[in-house]
């Protein structure tokens, strides 16, 4: 069994194997292109065949998903290429496979019959996660091609905003009634080509829909065929409706080992189910969005994206920290006669600024943390305050103790190193306030907290550090 080192390893092998025939691809191409002669066109073609064949049959033997990691990692020019080489069929599974970004140049490169074709290889389900990137005239003749139950999933599917249990639910199940054998469950499954991926139970509803339970396959196939549905399903289940948030399903499926679950709505009908990979893929995307957040970035960025487009995701935060940045300018502005009457202070403020700032990165890091697994609630919230402010506190001390001694010994002054000492344990207990309150108010007025907390963070910290630092220097050293 391969483990994810080997995985990884083997999907960058294939990465460099893709590269290596594109360049030999336009190596041979540009040598040719410098010959002249009546043959020139005939070598041309058997040139270009020669190694696009090659790196068809090699991208015909990958997993969607490795195609889809191969395509992120090439220039636009190359990626285009690699892309007319897959085989049409194979299209719709590796868009869903690809970042937005990506996806974004790829369905830009196709015309509207290779879309519609794309799409119509996906379930209504798949359908839905790529609609959005989808021209309208696209959606349109996809809608025409599909059944009326699966309209009105796609509708269903379409109608739930991005973050919800129903944008992710899948369709694809297997209902029984409670009322049947075993036997004939298990005569009604072998008339199927194949089972829906993930299945591990079967939904057990009424003549109305509504779902009465699960029938786990383990106890299908260790059961006496003769006895009734009714007898081994279960009538305990985790479930879940489409308007609930998509982070409290992903979360249950962690906690109760889920493969399978399923989405019922307000009147107890089953009208759809969760699966463990759609779970997986959703946590992943909410991973990469928070991280991409983290840095200040709004986007999915394509790593080979125009300039223009990648100054433009980014220059947000970075406007908000040239502002930061001025206010600290004007804060040591303010102590300007302070630091050239002791030279000693402009060396010493970048380590409070520095200590203050990775300690509220801290705290904003596990509230965050906090806020999105649901630990923080109203009851505990003033006991959580408490304990940061504690532990800022106690490290206040500790280290404050550190650099004030440091400073004593370098300037061999006492004075300056108590002020170091109290400078230290008063912006650490900033920091904590900050790291708290500026997450849980972002929350409460509905944004991510995720987004541009450390940037906040960090400016206050720099700034209310240069502050007490020089302030307390003014006051006793000056």
């Known amino acids: 069994m391969a483990n994810n080192q080997d995985i990884q390893s ?41 190694h696009l064949t090659e790196l068809q049959q090699l991208l015909d033997r990958l997993h969607p998903a490795d195609i889809a990691y191969i395509l992120e990692a090439l220039p636009l020019e190359q990626r285009l290429v690699v892309w007319d080489l897959v085989k049409a069929e194979r299209d719709g599974e590796i868009l869903l496979e690809t970042s ?14 290779e879309l519609v074709a794309a799409t119509g290889q996906l379930d209504t389900d798949e359908i839905a996660d790529l609609a959005p990137d989808l021209p309208r005239e696209v959606i349109r003749d996809v809608f025409k091609s599909l059944s009326t139950e699966e309209r009105e999933q796609l509708r269903e599917a379409m109608s739930y905003p991005e973050e919800t249990v129903g944008a992710q639910m899948d369709f694809e199940m297997i209902e029984v009634r409670e009322d049947v054998t075993l036997e004939v469950v298990l005569r009604y499954l072998r008339r199927l080509d194949q089972l829906p991926d993930h299945t591990d139970q079967l939904f057990v509803v009424d003549r109305d829909e509504r779902l009465q339970g699960l029938l786990p396959v383990n106890r299908l196939l260790v059961s006496d ?39 019922i709505d307000n009147e107890g009908c089953l009208v759809g189910r969760m699966t463990v990979n759609a779970v997986v893929d959703y946590i992943r995307e909410a991973k990469d969005t928070e991280t991409l957040a983290a840095g200040g970035l709004a986007e999915d960025e394509d790593l080979f994206a125009s300039v223009w487009k990648s100054v433009r995701n980014r220059w947000a935060w970075l406007a908000v920290n040239l502002v930061t940045a001025f206010v600290a300018s004007r804060v040591i502005g303010v102590f300007e006669h302070s630091i050239a009457q002791l030279v000693a202070l402009a060396a010493l403020m970048p380590i409070i600024a520095g200590i203050g700032g990775n300690s509220g990165n801290q705290t904003t890091t596990m509230i965050v943390r906090a806020l999105a697994l649901g630990q923080i609630t ?101």
Do not use: C
């Open 10 to 50: 083997g999907v960058e092998k294939h990465l460099d194997q893709v590269v290596a025939l594109l360049h030999r691809h336009e190596l041979v191409e540009n040598l040719v292109h410098r010959q002249e002669g009546s043959r020139h066109d005939l070598v041309e073609t058997l040139v270009h065949r020669q």
């Open 225 to 263: 065929p003769e006895i009734l549905v009714a007898e081994v399903m279960t009538r305990e289940y985790t479930s879940f409706v489409p308007e609930q948030d998509a982070h409290d399903a992903a979360g249950a499926f962690e906690r109760y080992d889920l493969v399978s679950a399923p989405v």
């Open 100 to 113: 937005d970004a990506v996806r974004e140049t790829l369905i830009a490169h196709m015309d509207e019959d």
């Open 378 to 478: 109203r009851d505990n919230a003033r006991t959580l305050f408490v304990k940061e402010l504690s532990v800022s506190a106690l490290n206040g001390l500790i280290w404050g103790s550190v650099v004030g001694l440091f400073a004593f010994l370098i300037y061999h002054s006492w004075q300056l190193g108590l002020v170091m000492t109290g400078a230290m344990a008063l912006n650490l207990l900033l920091a904590a306030i900050m790291g708290v309150v500026i997450p849980l108010v972002m929350e409460k007025f509905g944004r991510d907290p995720a987004i541009g907390s450390s940037v906040m963070i960090t400016a206050i910290t720099d700034s209310g550090g240069f502050f007490i630092f020089l302030g307390l220097a003014t006051l006793f050293l000056i």
